[in-house]
């Protein structure tokens, strides 16, 4: 059933040679190779954010190899790392990378809907990867208006260094993403619409299901837009359009009305960006949303709490994903009354949000679970939910947001609920499906060590950074010492407690080495993983649908008989029925 | 809630923020200051169900249907108390524009510096023209010199204001996004090139204040910003005459 750690070396018959390998159309290899980009991706973008903080506090150290960090690379290396990570590592390794490896299996498929299509997508994502790095080494460097790239800023080439072939290279980087990204989402649609198994309802899809099928319809409908409006951008900088440039902009001393007699609107592309901006932050966070309902349930040994209202909520914090774009833009000249009703779809998603942290709170409420790594990281992921989300109500309110927009406050609600969340929610994955990836276990004292140091470093980085955004501190400042005015003394008020946050930054970066260690080691040398080790009800623990599992297994047809999740206490210990289990029990009332 | 609010403005988390100078700003940051403490009294609550329930011994599942939907609720009254405040607010600064008797400022952002122009004498702002903006010549705006409005109009690179006196800013923008941002007025408006946005405010406290930008806007973004100095009116008005004397003496 699970493979023996000395089968995993050998060569597959059906795969020659490593390039049938590498290019392969096995959705789970794919998924794998998704994950080692987003792993690549996020030491790059974690090392970029250390080099960031070092230089935020200490402005005058030299960087070894290199030299002083001057005020654009410190913009480039934001620019970088927030493209990298909201990209490349928070929309891939949940929904591209895990989707891939497990999607497939948790509803009883045996393959993504379009194989080759889906190959495509992880290639044309690693092409966009190289094309972002690439922008490092041409002249100018990388692009540094962020990963946001307001025009004119963006549309003008002179409007700094970067601006020109670095901010080219970016338009092309994440427009060949996003069309990898809508391929990837439309395949899994229709992988979850047309390829569940016999019993497989709707109702008793997995919530990491529901997670992957409500951000693909997201990134259907957020990646085409934010297509179109690169394409836009594309044609302000080459064509000579002008939708984005007002007429007689002047940067750097040359009037920019380009050769055409409109007056463009900055505000437009905010719109364009947001619409899919806003909705990307969900994408991102979905997966690990479902993923933490169902951790919860696996190790309470319990049902999701309110099970049908989980998958209400999940697609209500979609729907309503699409409708909050303006609360970016509080202060950018929107319409007043704009504001306001932005402020009110912002408040609205909060209901469905705090329905998931309630369905948590009760799931695992006296159920004594059990504390394996990827618990700890579930519930982890529950307690940076709640600290990181508490503050986005505060920054719905247009009134308090032109106090707090683009101050380290936005920094720290976004890097807590957003990144810390979703990073647990990967780790949470990582250490709960290694088994299913290796058929090796992953340390546990390891593990658990890793949690911690994570969990403290976490907080300990980006609580402080809500005071410091309090005080005035605002963003993609190069450096808060040495400024003149009265601006000099109100950033210099805050070096202390930034200290502090780099001290802090790098103790959690450090933290990850344990589970780089753990990783690898466990890889090699890992206790080899019974079957269905976690005692899961999902269907990818489904002994048939294993890899190594035996063709003749394959053969049969796999049929769904009940919701996942399904624990009973009896006298002789625990029931325990997988959702492909057919006993029909007494004690159980059919659904 | 009125005592919370009286406790809220008390405690120690008031120092955080700087100094607040405008006559807008207190009743923001109580309603800041307020928000600030709800959500780290939940913060806690959720923190303290969790451990509880980790640690206390198991029990059959909850089955009740209300301790989903009653905190629910209570959420919803919250979040539709704290919205409803907030948009009081909101609307008081924003809803409406200037007293037809505030002082008139514009404020021009540029990689990577503010600009400040006064309409002078004549109340009125001089036409200006991107191809004549020549910083060097002492023309940073571009104000057309054929038109005579412009004749008086005083540009400053810091914004002085009179305390106690409204006044109505326009802000513009000649290059790309900046943000113009006030921390001590509690004021925050993105200048947008191509759009003019009014904002007002009314400073109260005479001293000298920071302007950032916070909107990334170039390499020198962190390092673009200008002193705002309010004086007593009496004061500015002698500020001002001087400085109308430089430019049409």
Redesign the interface.
Known sequence: MTPRPDKLSEPVATMPSLRRRIFTTDHRIIGIEYLILALTSVTIGAILSLLMRIHLVWPDRVLPFYGPILPEDYLAMVTIHGTIMLFFVLTTAPQAGFGNLILPAQIGARRMAFPVANAVSFWLTAVALVILLSSTFVPGGSAISGWTAYPPFSAVAGAGPGQGLGMDLWLASIAVFAIASTIGAINILVTIIKFRCEGMTWGRMPLTVWGWFTAALLSVIAFSVLLAALLLLFCDRHAGTGFFVPAGDLVSGVIHSGGHPGNGSPLLWLHLFWFFGHPEVYISILPGLGLTSMLLANFSRRRVFAYRTMIVTTLLIGFLGILLWGHHMFVAGLNPFAASAFAVSTMAIAIPASAKVLSWLATVWRSRPSYTTAMLFSIGFISLFITGGLSGPVLAQPILDEYLHNTFFVVAHFHLIMAMAAVFGLFAATYYWFPLMTGRMMSESLGRLHFWGTLVGAYATFLPMHITGLMGEPRHYAQLSGVANAAGQLLAGTLPLNRFITWSAIVLSTVQLVFFVNLFHSLRKGRSAPPNPWRATTLEWHPALHPNAPAEALEEATVVYRQPCEYRPTPGGELFLPQWSADTNPDIKPE | MDLALQAASLLPAAS???FDASAHGPA?DH??LL??WI?LA??VL??L??FI??I???????KN?L??YL??AA??LL??F??VR??R???A???TGAEPTALQVQVVG??FAWYFRYPGTDYTFGIT???L?DAGAGNPL?IDPADPHGADDVVASELVLPANRQVDLRIDS????H?F?V?EM?????A????T?HVHFTPKVPG????????????????M????RVLPPSEFATWLAARQRAVQP
């Open positions: 955080l923020l700087p923001i309603h800041l928000n600030l959500i939940l913060a959720a923190h169900i969790l329930g980790l206390a011994r198991r029990r059959p599942e909850a249907w301790i989903e905190p629910l959420l919803a979040f539709i704290l919205s907030a948009e607010l909101w609307a600064a924003r809803y540029e990689q023209r991107p191809q903006v571009g000649l290059d790309v996004i943000g941002s921390p509690r004021l925050k408006q993105d947008i090139p191509g759009m946005i000298t204040y920071a302007i950032l930008c916070t909107q990334v806007c170039g390499l020198g973004h962190y390092r910003n200008a002193n705002l």
